[in-house]
């Protein structure tokens, strides 16, 4: 297939450094594309690959082609980070969400960024691969400031993670009776109500972490959110955070 031949076109490896902790680095793949002028998708994936590069923990790689989730994947990668929404955009093959599902169902990690809770709206399984999906109906809070709030201090991304202040949209807008454990909210101005802001799940052997968190640079280049990003991804790959 031309479009499984092209995603190498943008694996971009990012080494860990030489100060790691670890004798090999977490292998993240960034999955991302369908350029929106609300989602800067390019853009915002780059800054996550750097942010994971930085910790000396993580080779990371972006494609702008999820037809990448149809190959070996498995093979190559701990943890997937979905930063991709096909709002008005066909969804991917059968093949690729397939692949995405067996990759996390067989024991690999999956962390889900902001609007990919509005992706691949025809495919039913999302919402138990996922926890919540966008209802369609409700949206978010004014692009603006507020806190970020722990509410799990035990889980293992969490634990020494404090609230934290952050300029983004505050989701109210996720829906679905899947089981997860809360792990953060924030207290909607809308409406009144503390929302969820990240969540965990598991999918078959598989680790889960969903945060509506991440619209943009000024978000995701805040230090509360590059925190909370390196712990996930480690989490997801893992099941434990080393520090």
């Known amino acids: 297939m031309v479009l499984v031949m092209l995603i190498v076109m943008f694996l971009i490896p990012v080494g860990a450094s030489a100060a790691s902790p670890r004798s090999e680095p977490m292998r993240a793949l960034i999955v991302t594309g369908a350029e929106h002028p609300a989602h800067k998708w390019h853009e915002n994936s780059q800054a996550m690959r750097s942010a994971l590069a930085a910790s000396g923990r993580f080779d990371a790689r972006v494609s702008e082609d999820p037809e990448i989730l149809s190959t070996s994947i498995a093979e190559r990668y701990d943890v997937v980070v979905l930063n991709y929404c096909n709002w008005e955009l066909p969804s991917p093959s059968k093949q690729a969400l397939e692949g995405l599902q067996e990759f996390v169902k067989g024991g690999k990690g999956l962390v889900v960024i902001h609007f990919s809770s509005g992706a691949f709206p025809d495919w039913p399984e999302y919402v138990k691969l996922i926890g919540r999906v966008w209802d369609k109906v409700r949206t978010h809070d004014p692009y603006g400031p507020f806190r970020v709030n722990v509410v799990e201090k035990q889980h293992p991304i969490i634990r020494n993670l ?13 829906a679905g009776e899947t089981p997860i454990k809360v ?13 969820l802001m990240g969540f965990v799940l598991q999918y078959g052997a598989g680790r889960v972490f969903h945060t509506p968190l991440g ?20 989490w997801a790959a893992t099941g434990d955070v080393k520090d």
């Open 183 to 195: 792990l953060l909210t924030a207290r909607s101005k809308v409406t009144g109500k503390d929302e």
């Open 162 to 174: 404090s609230d934290f202040d952050i300029t983004d949209e505050l989701y109210f807008c996720l």
């Open 215 to 234: 619209h943009d640079l000024k978000s995701l280049t805040s230090p509360g959110f590059v925190r909370l990003l390196r712990r996930a991804c480690e």
